[in-house]
């Protein structure tokens, strides 16, 4: 029995593909859209993952070298034979791959390419020319280099390991060591850091480089991406499947009459739509894959950029990744047809045969209170929220609510236009536009959605990159910053500097705890660089002055989040000195806290630390000239960097990220397009009968084709209108309370009138191409079929 | 890397992984192997042997607190190579290996240290004689007065050492055969050292007294193909005779040993004159281990028990075995070492 | 017997007044009668509870033996598969369906499909020219037979036909009408006719007549 009524029931698709097509490919598109994002991410997290399993990154303690520079490998030695359990690593690019020399034996457990239960050959790692375990893709972009590539797929991406020994050799760096991993377990009695090698500085586990920290803010922008470009396909969905319910009432209705149980029927119409699902899951996490694979280089460009993370390039199809996906088709798929199957199950047997109003316009006021309630309790959220999870549960109570009040406002604000209608014909043009918006307004709330998303989504995006720019001109402000390999080069740039730079700035600092966080202190001098290029979140006044005099510091705006520090409160920043909060700055893409005091005050606390990092002031134009100085007083280019290219390098990354953005938004509208035409394409079957009377009453097939577009292109505009706030609200919610519960700072907002202007023209354009395929097929419609709708009538 | 894989692969030859202790049996290919009419020359001979495959500095102790409570002490230093060669930096095959334990009646606490050669990290020098790997060290002016040192997480001691005897030269002059198929390695023995110092326990610093034992021992292939572990005594009577003696497992078992009397009086065994029987068997971290055996030597009229002092000496290193104090009672009584192997799985 | 009615009383809560009101009905194996009334008289009210379709307040209806009250809704779904057809006014055809799907489709759902019958039934109805198009494509005539023929394709015991032709033009209607009752006799099922055509009454052995939920 069951597959003559399956039989059935899937005849309505083969009859309707229209219908079919709009519910998978609205499915299929939330779902490529979802696990694209996903995809990316999961490919990102992977990556940093494989870097920390290979790397230690973020695991482990590490020691280097108070001056950032090499540490000698007696020193390594000298420390194992203190009682230090610590393990050594150098670092390198060879044509661009980061090679990384690790000393296996000593190595914590996990760390390493060799791997109990794998091929490896501790012995052909450990001598004669040794081996390179990498990706084959990493191993590809290596040259020749005199040792064995292994191919390692759980190697981080862009990255070659292998024994210390050989790396130094490739690198040309024997008996150099960048840094030493301090494994957790220490024996009982060593000797102090300071007595062994007082040159090197300890820094506590989180610290080595935790990337992943780094780059949650770039992944939590995808995430929410994902999610809201999700929630558009859903509504899609639901539109495609309540309309599906609600043309086959009759017939669930004709096949319980002749014998059909209730309960089998209802089962097997859930069959059928996770049969629908899965199909439309499958194509979507294979569509999700194109658009991941076509994004993640741009990605993994814009990551390496930003903050030195390496992702791998390419995607592999990792399994949670797609079952995830087509668990979310199906969890997508269910909530959208659970209300169509439990009213189905509700409807009584002998209730009237004929369809109920196609869209049943759902209680208007019901449907306006539950938006309000939804507005009111995610503005509650704002104010009195507290935590990462109530700034989600705040995100989607704005999304929903605002989605729920467009139809209620379309209906007031179509009636307010109705009424000073002058002519016949305008006055039918809003009435009938009135009617239409039951019918449209899944179609309008995804699209609503999608420019709401959007709006929030760059306005995010484009504060982030303002902030960030203006950030990097605070902190960038010397023209070219130079560092010495030691104290013998730092004359010589001091040298240098005073007959070719305007001034030269010492960059200085040390890390220690301050206020319950790790942070490093750095010294200001008193100059006019710092007055006139830093800007301030809170300061009192005149802070320079009197950061000059020794009267305070300034911390940046980690610290004060975390440490709930405000003006005037005391840190201590060296044993027995504590200095009051004089300022507090805007500090980007760090996870730790920073404090600043004068310079004078910094060389009396840490006379130890020697500057080895200038920053030098001069006229832009002179910068060449002063580079050439610095070159020929022995100092290499490699060690310079000039503010221009550290600006132009980090404004290309974000062109990355925008390139990134900007895909996503076109993809959501199209979407949000996709919905309105097929919304559309149902409603002129049923629209004949409406529109039969007007065309008999004068109007042309083409002027009536002409209106339906208006009518779209007008609906969206009004929908637009509304999408704005809506996505403006979305924007300062990601910006100052998912932002600062997730990283601890929080990004001014900016307004980008354009860009929402642009916006807008797209999706009007989206409505009225939406539209055109429809009205072109009304201007077509034989007169025969108007007249038709006469004679049908009974 | 899981670590017990690595010592595998350091340690033994990859092929025969799979055998456990019984890798130390394969064939010694590039590698010296010991033969019976070198004479063992000091003291050069302290110092490593970079052409045979393996080679260890292992030194045992028995000693008793200010209230009388046993302890025991373990210090161990292996040097494995990779080829028969020795090299500077980086570049050489050589590896080392410490190991060092504290066994109390109550607690057994262990620890590990690799390293490789040719950096400074570890090493040997004949004279001045030093032996160390990170801060673990036995040093001194020369092979009979020392000082040993070791930490781990959660203990570390510190103690001098004095010989009272000769050195001890096992089988054949120090060419001691290990299988009737002929495996041999150069071996000998310092059975008598005083010893002072001090423990810090948990608990905290201990003040001991006692006697050790260091052996040494270097080859290339020790064991026989089808020999899977040792059982190892090395027993120092109250009455001034000591016995050291081992058991190989195989398919058939060989024994050899050394019986050196008060008076340093050295008798070498042959196979089959000692003999080791377990009593009872004690559950140590999952496995089976005899903890109380019944040793014999009929020539010299011992019958005796030996019993761990504290029978969860298990040894949780790369290649785990158990290593621990033992007290003897029967004909003779006293105190010793007890090393087991092969009982990994 | 093949239908027992026994004070079968039925009402709805928007109606004051009970539809059915202790209404008794036998029908013997083959039997046939036609039911008349006004609108609102009940009629469908009855054909519905003897159908399944629908439960009464009190009373008992027994079909072929089987008391319907105690039955769930799988079970009364059961009774419409294999021992009552129903031809409705609507036609309620699957519109999704062929003809050929449709006629098969009730017969399909009791297990007992036979094509031949099909075929049979479809050429005595006149529908073997259009066993491949969709309902929609038909008249409205056609699309009576289709559904008379979809009810007899599953051998019903009884036959429920509620105003078959009310949505037929006279002449469509006669013709419609003499087909479904010269059928109905071949077959030797019951047939319950419920129209308010005193002209189609009349060609029924028996008639009752329902006012104000009584027989009269």
């Given at each position: 029995m069951s597959r003559v009524i399956l039989s059935a029931l899937l005849s309505h698709w083969r009859r309707n593909p229209l219908q079919l097509i709009t519910l998978l490919a609205g499915l299929a598109l939330a779902t490529a859209l979802w696990s694209g994002v996903q995809a990316i991410n999961a490919e990102a997290r992977a990556s940093y993952d494989a870097a920390a399993a290979t790397l230690?990154?973020?695991?482990?303690?590490?020691?280097?070298?108070?001056?950032?520079g090499a540490i000698p490998q007696e020193t390594y030695v000298a420390l194992r034979r203190g009682g230090w359990a610590v393990s050594p690593v150098i670092e390198g690019r060879i044509d661009g791959v980061r090679l990384i020399g690790l000393e296996p034996l000593t190595a914590p457990g996990g760390l390493g390419p060799v791997r109990a239960g794998g091929e490896a050959d501790l012995g052909a790692f450990l001598s004669g020319s040794g081996q390179v375990f990498a990706r084959s893709d990493t191993l590809t972009r290596l040259p020749d280099l005199a040792a064995e590539p292994v191919t390692a797929p759980d190697v981080a991406p862009n990255t070659a390991l292998t024994d210390i020994g050989v790396a130094q050799r490739l690198l040309d760096r024997e008996g150099q060591i960048d840094r030493?991993?301090?494994?957790?377990?220490?024996?009982?009695?060593?000797?102090?850091?300071?007595?062994?090698?007082?040159?090197?500085?300890?820094?506590?586990?989180?610290?080595?480089?935790?990337?992943?920290?780094?780059?949650d803010s770039f992944h939590l922008n995808l995430t929410a991406f994902g999610l809201l470009s999700f929630a558009v396909g859903l509504f899609i969905v639901q539109g495609a499947i309540g309309l599906a319910f609600e043309q086959r009432r009759p017939m669930v209705r004709t096949l319980r009459a002749l014998g059909v149980p209730l309960r089998r029927l209802i089962l097997l119409m859930a069959v059928e739509l996770?049969?629908?699902?899965?199909?439309?899951?499958?194509?979507?996490?294979?569509?999700?894959?194109?658009?991941?694979?076509?994004?993640?280089?741009?990605?993994?460009a814009t990551l390496r950029g930003l903050y030195g993370a390496d992702v791998a390039g390419q995607l592999s199809l990792r399994p949670v990744w797609w079952l995830s996906g087509l668990g979310i088709a199906l969890g997508g798929t269910a909530l959208a047809a659970s209300g169509a199957l439990w009213s189905l199950a509700r409807m009584p047997l002998l209730s009237g045969a004929q369809p109920r109003a196609l869209m049943m316009a759902r209680s208007g006021v019901g449907q306006a209170t539950i938006a309000?309630?939804?507005?009111?309790?995610?503005?509650?959220?704002?104010?009195?929220?507290?935590?990462?999870?109530?700034?989600?549960?705040?995100?989607?109570?704005?999304?929903?609510?605002?989605?729920?009040?467009?139809?209620?406002?379309?209906?007031?604000?179509l009636r307010w236009a109705e009424t000073p209608a002058r002519s016949a014909t305008a006055e039918w043009f809003w009435a009938d536009t009135r009617q239409q918006v039951p019918g449209l307004s899944l179609a309008l709330m995804a699209l609503l959605l999608a420019m709401a998303a959007n709006v929030g989504v760059s306005t995010m995006v484009s504060s982030f990159r303002l902030t960030f720019t203006g950030f990097l001109d605070q902190r960038l402000a010397s023209e070219l910053y130079v560092r010495a390999a030691d104290a013998a080069q730092a004359d010589m740039i001091r040298e240098v500097a005073r007959d070719h730079a305007d001034a030269l700035l010492p960059l200085l600092s040390t890390e220690r705890q301050v206020a319950g966080m790790p942070a490093k202190v750095y010294a200001a001098r008193d100059h006019a660089t710092y007055r006139d290029n830093w800007q301030f979140l809170d300061a009192v006044p005149n802070p320079w002055d009197r950061l000059a005099r020794g009267e305070g510091v300034l911390i940046n705006e980690q610290m004060f989040r975390r440490s709930d520090l405000s003006l005037g409160d005391e840190v201590t920043i060296a044993l027995g000195t504590g200095l009051p909060v004089l300022g507090i700055y805007g500090d980007y893409g760090n996870p730790i806290g920073q404090v600043i005091v004068t310079e004078p005050l910094f060389r009396d606390l840490h006379p130890e630390v020697t500057a080895l990092r200038f920053g030098l002031r001069s006229d832009p134009g002179q910068v060449a000239a002063l580079r050439d100085a610095l070159k020929e007083a022995g100092i290499p280019q490699a060690a310079m960097t000039d503010q221009a290219a550290l600006k132009r390098m980090?404004?290309?990354?974000?062109?990355?990220?925008?390139?990134?953005?900007?895909?996503?938004?076109?993809?959501?509208?199209?979407?949000?397009?996709?919905?309105?035409?097929?919304?559309?394409?149902?409603?002129?079957?049923?629209?004949?009968?409406?529109?039969?009377?007007?065309?008999?009453?004068?109007?042309?097939?083409?002027?009536?084709?002409?209106?339906?577009?208006?009518?779209?292109?007008?609906?969206?505009?009004?929908?637009?209108?509304?999408?704005?706030?809506?996505?403006?609200a979305l924007a300062w919610a990601l910006l100052a309370v998912v932002n600062v519960e997730a990283f601890g700072w929080r990004l001014p907002m900016y307004l980008f009138p354009l860009d929402y202007l642009r916006l807008t023209g797209l999706a009007l354009l989206a409505a009225a191409l939406a539209a055109s395929w429809p009205a072109w097929r009304l201007s077509r419609t034989p007169p025969a079929q108007l007249l038709g709708v006469f004679r049908n009538e009974r | 890397m899981n670590v017990k894989t690595l010592f595998l692969l350091l340690f033994l030859p990859a092929q025969t992984m799979a055998q456990g202790f019984a890798g130390l049996g394969t064939t010694a290919d590039g590698f010296a192997t010991p033969q019976p009419d070198r004479a063992l020359e000091f003291p050069a001979d302290h110092g490593p042997h970079p052409a045979y495959r393996i080679e260890w500095w292992y030194l045992t102790a028995n000693m008793t607190g200010p209230d009388g409570t046993p302890y025991g002490l373990q210090w161990t230093l292996f040097r494995s190579a990779l080829a028969p060669r020795d090299g500077e930096g980086w570049d050489t095959p050589q590896l080392w290996m410490g190991h060092a334990a504290v066994t109390t009646p109550e607690a057994h606490h262990v620890a590990e240290r690799l390293a490789r050669g040719g950096i400074g990290q570890a090493g040997v020098e004949p004279a001045p004689f030093q032996a160390w790997i990170d801060d673990w060290a036995m040093q001194g002016p020369n092979f009979d007065t020392l000082t040993l040192t070791a930490s781990g997480p959660d203990f570390a001691y510190d103690v001098d050492l004095a010989a009272t005897g000769p050195l001890v030269l096992h089988g054949q002059d120090g060419y001691s055969v290990k299988s009737a198929a002929g495996q041999a390695s150069y071996y000998y023995s310092q059975p008598l050292y005083d010893l002072n110092g001090t423990l810090t326990l948990p608990e905290g610093d201990v003040a001991v007294t006692g006697q050790a034992w260091l052996d040494r021992e270097w080859s290339s292939q020790p064991l026989a193909e089808d020999q899977d572990g040792w059982d190892w005594f090395s027993l120092s009577f109250d009455s001034g005779d000591k016995l050291m003696g081992f058991v190989l497992r195989g398919a058939s078992d060989f024994t050899a040993g050394t019986w050196i009397t008060a008076q340093g009086a050295v008798t070498a065994l042959p196979d089959g004159a000692f003999s080791a029987t377990p009593l009872s068997w004690h559950e140590v971290t999952g496995r089976e281990v005899p903890v109380e055996w019944q040793v014999r030597l009929p020539e010299q009229g011992l019958n005796a028990t030996v019993r761990a002092i504290n029978p969860d000496a298990w040894m949780t290193t790369s290649v785990p075995y158990w290593e621990g104090p033992v007290t003897i009672n029967g004909s003779h009584t006293g105190t010793g070492y007890l090393e087991m192997t092969g009982y990994e799985e | 017997m093949l239908l027992h009615l026994d004070t079968v009383t039925k009402s709805y809560p928007d109606t004051e007044t009970p539809v059915l009101h202790g209404v008794s009905l036998d029908l013997d194996v083959g039997g046939k009668l036609a039911l008349t009334g006004e609108s609102g008289s009940g009629k469908s009210t009855l054909l519905h509870l003897i159908g399944g379709l629908d439960t009464a307040d009190s009373g008992r209806v027994e079909i072929d033996g089987t008391d319907l009250t105690p039955l769930d809704d799988s079970g009364r779904a059961g009774l419409r598969r294999g021992t009552v057809g129903v031809i409705f006014q609507q036609f309620n055809l699957i519109p999704s369906l062929t003809v050929a799907a449709n006629i098969a489709f009730q017969a399909r759902l009791?297990?007992?499909?036979?094509?031949?019958?099909?075929?049979?039934?479809?050429?005595?109805?006149?529908?073997?020219?259009?066993?491949?198009?969709?309902?929609?494509q038909l008249s409205g005539g056609q699309q009576q037979r289709v559904a008379i023929a979809r009810t007899l394709a599953a051998g019903p015991k009884l036959v429920l036909a509620d105003e078959p032709t009310g949505n037929l033009d006279e002449a469509s209607s006669d013709a419609v009408m003499s087909l479904l009752q010269e059928l109905v006799e071949e077959t030797g099922a019951g047939l319950i006719l419920v129209t308010h055509s005193e002209r189609l009454a009349a060609r029924l052995p028996r008639r009752l007549h329902l006012r104000a939920g009584q027989l009269t």
């Amino acid at each position: 029995m069951s597959r003559v009524i399956l039989s059935a029931l899937l005849s309505h698709w083969r009859r309707n593909p229209l219908q079919l097509i709009t519910l998978l490919a609205g499915l299929a598109l939330a779902t490529a859209l979802w696990s694209g994002v996903q995809a990316i991410n999961a490919e990102a997290r992977a990556s940093y993952d494989a870097a920390a399993a290979t790397l230690g990154d973020g695991q482990y303690a590490q020691i280097t070298a108070r001056d950032g520079g090499a540490i000698p490998q007696e020193t390594y030695v000298a420390l194992r034979r203190g009682g230090w359990a610590v393990s050594p690593v150098i670092e390198g690019r060879i044509d661009g791959v980061r090679l990384i020399g690790l000393e296996p034996l000593t190595a914590p457990g996990g760390l390493g390419p060799v791997r109990a239960g794998g091929e490896a050959d501790l012995g052909a790692f450990l001598s004669g020319s040794g081996q390179v375990f990498a990706r084959s893709d990493t191993l590809t972009r290596l040259p020749d280099l005199a040792a064995e590539p292994v191919t390692a797929p759980d190697v981080a991406p862009n990255t070659a390991l292998t024994d210390i020994g050989v790396a130094q050799r490739l690198l040309d760096r024997e008996g150099q060591i960048d840094r030493l991993i301090v494994l957790p377990d220490q024996p009982l009695t060593r000797r102090p850091l300071s007595d062994i090698a007082p040159d090197l500085i300890r820094s506590a586990p989180q610290e080595g480089g935790d990337v992943a920290r780094l780059t949650d803010s770039f992944h939590l922008n995808l995430t929410a991406f994902g999610l809201l470009s999700f929630a558009v396909g859903l509504f899609i969905v639901q539109g495609a499947i309540g309309l599906a319910f609600e043309q086959r009432r009759p017939m669930v209705r004709t096949l319980r009459a002749l014998g059909v149980p209730l309960r089998r029927l209802i089962l097997l119409m859930a069959v059928e739509l996770a049969l629908l699902a899965l199909l439309a899951g499958g194509i979507g996490v294979a569509l999700g894959y194109l658009i991941a694979a076509a994004l993640l280089p741009d990605v993994a460009a814009t990551l390496r950029g930003l903050y030195g993370a390496d992702v791998a390039g390419q995607l592999s199809l990792r399994p949670v990744w797609w079952l995830s996906g087509l668990g979310i088709a199906l969890g997508g798929t269910a909530l959208a047809a659970s209300g169509a199957l439990w009213s189905l199950a509700r409807m009584p047997l002998l209730s009237g045969a004929q369809p109920r109003a196609l869209m049943m316009a759902r209680s208007g006021v019901g449907q306006a209170t539950i938006a309000a309630l939804l507005l009111v309790l995610s503005g509650a959220l704002a104010l009195w929220g507290d935590g990462l999870l109530a700034g989600f549960a705040m995100l989607g109570a704005l999304l929903i609510g605002g989605a729920l009040a467009l139809p209620p406002l379309l209906g007031l604000v179509l009636r307010w236009a109705e009424t000073p209608a002058r002519s016949a014909t305008a006055e039918w043009f809003w009435a009938d536009t009135r009617q239409q918006v039951p019918g449209l307004s899944l179609a309008l709330m995804a699209l609503l959605l999608a420019m709401a998303a959007n709006v929030g989504v760059s306005t995010m995006v484009s504060s982030f990159r303002l902030t960030f720019t203006g950030f990097l001109d605070q902190r960038l402000a010397s023209e070219l910053y130079v560092r010495a390999a030691d104290a013998a080069q730092a004359d010589m740039i001091r040298e240098v500097a005073r007959d070719h730079a305007d001034a030269l700035l010492p960059l200085l600092s040390t890390e220690r705890q301050v206020a319950g966080m790790p942070a490093k202190v750095y010294a200001a001098r008193d100059h006019a660089t710092y007055r006139d290029n830093w800007q301030f979140l809170d300061a009192v006044p005149n802070p320079w002055d009197r950061l000059a005099r020794g009267e305070g510091v300034l911390i940046n705006e980690q610290m004060f989040r975390r440490s709930d520090l405000s003006l005037g409160d005391e840190v201590t920043i060296a044993l027995g000195t504590g200095l009051p909060v004089l300022g507090i700055y805007g500090d980007y893409g760090n996870p730790i806290g920073q404090v600043i005091v004068t310079e004078p005050l910094f060389r009396d606390l840490h006379p130890e630390v020697t500057a080895l990092r200038f920053g030098l002031r001069s006229d832009p134009g002179q910068v060449a000239a002063l580079r050439d100085a610095l070159k020929e007083a022995g100092i290499p280019q490699a060690a310079m960097t000039d503010q221009a290219a550290l600006k132009r390098m980090s404004l290309a990354v974000f062109e990355r990220t925008f390139t990134v953005t900007t895909a996503l938004n076109v993809l959501t509208l199209a979407v949000a397009g996709f919905a309105i035409l097929m919304s559309l394409l149902t409603l002129a079957a049923m629209r004949l009968p409406q529109l039969a009377p007007v065309w008999a009453l004068g109007l042309t097939r083409r002027s009536l084709a002409r209106l339906d577009l208006l009518r779209a292109v007008v609906l969206a505009a009004l929908t637009a209108a509304l999408a704005l706030p809506l996505g403006l609200a979305l924007a300062w919610a990601l910006l100052a309370v998912v932002n600062v519960e997730a990283f601890g700072w929080r990004l001014p907002m900016y307004l980008f009138p354009l860009d929402y202007l642009r916006l807008t023209g797209l999706a009007l354009l989206a409505a009225a191409l939406a539209a055109s395929w429809p009205a072109w097929r009304l201007s077509r419609t034989p007169p025969a079929q108007l007249l038709g709708v006469f004679r049908n009538e009974r | 890397m899981n670590v017990k894989t690595l010592f595998l692969l350091l340690f033994l030859p990859a092929q025969t992984m799979a055998q456990g202790f019984a890798g130390l049996g394969t064939t010694a290919d590039g590698f010296a192997t010991p033969q019976p009419d070198r004479a063992l020359e000091f003291p050069a001979d302290h110092g490593p042997h970079p052409a045979y495959r393996i080679e260890w500095w292992y030194l045992t102790a028995n000693m008793t607190g200010p209230d009388g409570t046993p302890y025991g002490l373990q210090w161990t230093l292996f040097r494995s190579a990779l080829a028969p060669r020795d090299g500077e930096g980086w570049d050489t095959p050589q590896l080392w290996m410490g190991h060092a334990a504290v066994t109390t009646p109550e607690a057994h606490h262990v620890a590990e240290r690799l390293a490789r050669g040719g950096i400074g990290q570890a090493g040997v020098e004949p004279a001045p004689f030093q032996a160390w790997i990170d801060d673990w060290a036995m040093q001194g002016p020369n092979f009979d007065t020392l000082t040993l040192t070791a930490s781990g997480p959660d203990f570390a001691y510190d103690v001098d050492l004095a010989a009272t005897g000769p050195l001890v030269l096992h089988g054949q002059d120090g060419y001691s055969v290990k299988s009737a198929a002929g495996q041999a390695s150069y071996y000998y023995s310092q059975p008598l050292y005083d010893l002072n110092g001090t423990l810090t326990l948990p608990e905290g610093d201990v003040a001991v007294t006692g006697q050790a034992w260091l052996d040494r021992e270097w080859s290339s292939q020790p064991l026989a193909e089808d020999q899977d572990g040792w059982d190892w005594f090395s027993l120092s009577f109250d009455s001034g005779d000591k016995l050291m003696g081992f058991v190989l497992r195989g398919a058939s078992d060989f024994t050899a040993g050394t019986w050196i009397t008060a008076q340093g009086a050295v008798t070498a065994l042959p196979d089959g004159a000692f003999s080791a029987t377990p009593l009872s068997w004690h559950e140590v971290t999952g496995r089976e281990v005899p903890v109380e055996w019944q040793v014999r030597l009929p020539e010299q009229g011992l019958n005796a028990t030996v019993r761990a002092i504290n029978p969860d000496a298990w040894m949780t290193t790369s290649v785990p075995y158990w290593e621990g104090p033992v007290t003897i009672n029967g004909s003779h009584t006293g105190t010793g070492y007890l090393e087991m192997t092969g009982y990994e799985e | 017997m093949l239908l027992h009615l026994d004070t079968v009383t039925k009402s709805y809560p928007d109606t004051e007044t009970p539809v059915l009101h202790g209404v008794s009905l036998d029908l013997d194996v083959g039997g046939k009668l036609a039911l008349t009334g006004e609108s609102g008289s009940g009629k469908s009210t009855l054909l519905h509870l003897i159908g399944g379709l629908d439960t009464a307040d009190s009373g008992r209806v027994e079909i072929d033996g089987t008391d319907l009250t105690p039955l769930d809704d799988s079970g009364r779904a059961g009774l419409r598969r294999g021992t009552v057809g129903v031809i409705f006014q609507q036609f309620n055809l699957i519109p999704s369906l062929t003809v050929a799907a449709n006629i098969a489709f009730q017969a399909r759902l009791a297990g007992r499909h036979d094509p031949a019958r099909d075929a049979e039934l479809a050429t005595r109805l006149g529908l073997q020219k259009h066993l491949h198009k969709y309902p929609e494509q038909l008249s409205g005539g056609q699309q009576q037979r289709v559904a008379i023929a979809r009810t007899l394709a599953a051998g019903p015991k009884l036959v429920l036909a509620d105003e078959p032709t009310g949505n037929l033009d006279e002449a469509s209607s006669d013709a419609v009408m003499s087909l479904l009752q010269e059928l109905v006799e071949e077959t030797g099922a019951g047939l319950i006719l419920v129209t308010h055509s005193e002209r189609l009454a009349a060609r029924l052995p028996r008639r009752l007549h329902l006012r104000a939920g009584q027989l009269t």
